[in-house]
């Protein structure tokens, strides 16, 4: 098994101001998942883009994928009070997923 | 997506003895693993929870402190075995599919105190 490791560890912005998380990894994938936990809560599935794919959106979220430099970023436009949540983002392969320390994301209303 | 039910939600238990956590899942699924999150740090794989199998478990967690049941498609639980306060964290159950071709779903985790 492989984990991402996210960046930043801690983000702090302002309600309606967009977020930006990076990921990093170390092999081959066939996709790669972002998760959002809210606090003491499990994990909430956000999005999954395929190896094959360089970016994806779902509502207020836009994931890019880069496989030549294995790595992936999660924008997070026009945050929310209620986006603040650490967020995980977890390589795919053929084993089960692990995940790092996520990036701690605050946004103050 | 599956739906998870995990039970109990949060215990608070004595040094010494056990705690079996259960994850119930509204449809059959082929893969199942148990996670635990200690305060303020990321998720851990326990195991995966093999279906009318032993467990696979992962480095550092071994099947007498951990044992596993998973009698059927659609359930498994977890036992915490002679429990240390060290043992105090989150346990979250997830289930995934074949080649990963989807996100997992995860129960809303055990939160586990132990005194």
């Given at each position: 098994?492989?984990q991402?490791?996210e960046?930043?560890?801690?983000?702090?912005?302002?309600?309606?101001?967009?977020?930006?998380?990076?990921?990093?990894?170390?092999t081959?994938?066939?996709?790669?998942?972002w998760?959002?936990?809210?606090?003491?809560?499990?994990?909430?599935?956000l999005?999954?883009?395929?190896?094959?794919?360089?970016?994806k959106?779902s509502?207020?979220?836009?994931v890019?994928?880069?496989?030549?430099?294995?790595?992936?970023?999660?924008?997070?436009?026009?945050?929310?009070?209620a986006?603040t949540?650490?967020?995980?983002?977890?390589?795919s392969?053929?084993?089960?997923?692990?995940?790092?320390?996520?990036?701690?994301?605050?946004?103050?209303? | 997506?599956a739906?998870?039910?995990?039970?109990?939600?949060?215990d608070?238990?004595?040094r010494?003895?056990s705690?079996?956590?259960?994850?119930?899942?509204?449809?059959?699924?082929?893969?199942?693993?148990?996670?635990?999150?200690?305060?303020?740090?990321?998720?851990?794989?326990?195991?995966?929870?093999?279906?009318g199998?032993?467990?696979?478990?992962?480095?550092?967690?071994?099947?007498?402190?951990?044992?596993?049941?998973?009698p059927?498609?659609?359930?498994?639980?977890?036992?915490?075995?002679?429990?240390?306060?060290?043992?105090?964290?989150?346990?979250?159950?997830?289930?995934?599919?074949?080649?990963?071709?989807?996100?997992?779903?995860f129960?809303?985790?055990?939160?586990?105190?132990?005194?």
């Open positions: 098994s492989q991402g490791e960046d930043p560890q801690a983000l702090s912005i302002q309600e309606g101001e967009n977020a930006t998380m990076n990921c990093s990894y170390k081959s994938i066939n996709n790669l998942q998760y959002r936990q809210n606090s003491g809560r499990g994990l909430v599935h999005i999954l883009i395929r190896s094959n794919e360089r970016e959106h509502g207020r979220l836009r890019t994928l880069d496989t030549s430099k294995k790595s992936s970023s999660l924008l997070i436009t026009a945050s929310r009070a986006d949540a650490s967020y995980f983002c977890a390589p392969g053929n084993t089960p997923l692990v995940f790092g320390k996520g990036t701690r994301l605050s946004v103050i209303a | 997506s739906v998870i039910s995990q039970k109990p939600s949060r608070i238990c004595q010494g003895t705690l079996t956590i259960q994850c119930q899942v509204d449809s059959q699924v082929t893969m199942m693993f148990w996670y635990r999150q200690q305060p303020g740090q990321s998720l851990t794989l326990i195991a995966t929870a093999n279906q199998s032993e467990a696979t478990y992962e480095s550092g967690f071994v099947i007498d402190k951990f044992p596993i049941s998973r059927n498609l659609t359930f498994s639980t977890l036992t915490v075995s002679n429990m240390s306060p060290e043992d105090s964290s989150i346990y979250l159950c997830s289930v995934g599919t074949s080649g990963q071709s989807e996100g997992y779903t129960g809303s985790g055990t939160r586990l105190t132990v005194v």
